[in-house]
């Protein structure tokens, strides 16, 4: 079946490094979307990987591995209002999106 | 968790035709729906946004009378493409938002692939 595993939560200190992983199964690849996601607000667009490796964005870095069916969304010099949902996507050989549930990133002082 | 259900997942139409989506959550009151549209390879864009019982509200360039949404119980949206064109053929996907261990977080439904022809 298609399936896409990430963390519930995590914590991280503001200032700071944090890794989200994602693992997904699916029916052929179109590629690997991660999302923000504020209490209460839509989702807002954040990187795609179709091909390996890293793609850097400011402060955000996405990593894809097709091989392993594994990515990782990257952040640094957190600050509090990253405290979001992050959410990780697949979409498969027909164009439906995976959808993961969603990592939790809470950020303290 | 809770569960958007999203139908059809798939649909083929003609040019000048009506197709409707449906999106339900299937074990929470959502509030409110966003329904969305995905180009190939490309993020997901926000069509607009609908509360139970009110108007939805749309995002800039998107018609209004060429996609009706209707947000008629805590339950149910639906997203009606009127006279649908080729350039309609796209991907869209609805999510909805509820209260899940006391947060309030979005689902999304699976996504409907459109093809008009």
């Known amino acids: 079946g298609q399936n896409i595993d990430q963390p519930t939560e995590m914590t991280a200190t503001e200032g700071a490094i944090v890794q989200i992983n994602c693992t997904y199964q699916?029916?052929?690849?179109?590629?690997l979307f991660w999302y923000q996601q504020h209490a209460g607000e839509a989702p807002t667009f954040l990187s795609y990987?179709?091909l390996d490796g890293l793609e850097e964005k400011g402060r955000f870095s996405s990593f894809l591995s097709r091989s392993k069916g594994y990515s990782y969304l990257l952040l640094k010099e957190l600050q509090m209002k990253d405290s979001a949902s992050y959410l990780c996507?697949?979409?498969?050989?027909?164009?439906?999106?995976?959808w993961g549930a969603g990592t939790k990133l809470i950020i303290k002082p | 968790g809770a569960v958007v259900s999203q139908h059809p997942s798939r649909v083929i139409c003609k040019s000048g035709t009506s197709v409707k989506i449906e999106c339900r959550s299937l074990?929470?009151?959502?509030?409110?729906m966003f329904w969305y549209r995905q180009f190939p390879k490309q993020s997901l864009m926000l069509m607009a946004t609908?509360?139970?019982?009110?108007?939805?509200?749309?995002e800039q360039g998107v018609e209004k009378d060429k996609f009706l949404i209707n947000h008629a119980s805590l339950t149910l949206s639906t997203l009606t493409v009127t006279s649908a064109h080729p350039e309609d053929s796209s991907f869209y996907i609805c999510?909805?938002?509820?209260?899940?261990?006391?947060?309030?977080?979005?689902?999304f439904g699976q996504g409907t692939r459109l093809t008009v022809v």
């Open positions: 699916t029916s052929g690849f179109n590629g």
């Open positions: 996507a697949a979409m498969d050989s027909n164009y439906q999106l995976i």
């Open positions: 609908s509360n139970e019982g009110s108007k939805a509200t749309y």
């Open positions: 999510s909805a938002t509820g209260v899940e261990g006391g947060d309030t977080e979005a689902f």
């Open positions: 074990d929470f009151q959502a509030t409110t």
């Open positions: 990987n179709v």
